[in-house]
C-alpha cells in the first residue's frame, strides 16, 4: 500500500510564506484526488484544499487567494504553497490520497504564524 509524507512545516511570521510537500511512494496519479486537511487545538480536522485526477481544485474559503494546491507527476508529490500566512493558519497540517475504498495519511507537519 501506498504511503504519504509531509514536510515543508515550520515557524513563520505572520505574512510570511510555506510550501509544504506531500510526497507519495508510487505514482501520485493513482490517487483519485488528494487532500490538504489542517487541525488547530481545540478544532476539528478540516479541509484546506484539494486536487483531483483532473486538475479540478478547490480551497476553504479563508485561504483562498492565499494557498495554491498543485502537483508534481515526476516526483510523485502534491505541494501546498502558502503566502500571506496568518495567526489562524496555526495548526498540523495531514495529507490525504484517496485510492478506491482507501485512505492513505501522511503523519503530518506543524505549521505555526507568530511573532
Known amino acids: 500500500q501506498a504511503h504519504l509524507v509531509e514536510s515543508g512545516g515550520g515557524l513563520v511570521q505572520p505574512g510570511g510564506s510555506l510550501t509544504l510537500s506531500c510526497a507519495a511512494s508510487?505514482?501520485?496519479?493513482?490517487?483519485?484526488?488528494i487532500h490538504w486537511y489542517r487541525q488547530a487545538p481545540g478544532e476539528q480536522r478540516r479541509v484546506v484544499a484539494f486536487i483531483t485526477r483532473e486538475d479540478i481544485t478547490n480551497y476553504m474559503v479563508s485561504v483562498k487567494g492565499r494557498f495554491t494546491i498543485s502537483r508534481d507527476n515526476a516526483k510523485n508529490t502534491v505541494y501546498l504553497q502558502m503566502n500571506s500566512l496568518k495567526p489562524e493558519d496555526t495548526a498540523v497540517y495531514y495529507c490525504?490520497?484517496?485510492?478506491?475504498?482507501?485512505?492513505?495519511w501522511g503523519q503530518g507537519t506543524q505549521v505555526t504564524v507568530s511573532l
Open positions: 508510487e505514482n501520485i496519479l493513482s490517487f483519485s484526488v
Open positions: 490525504n490520497g484517496r485510492r478506491g475504498p482507501n485512505d492513505c
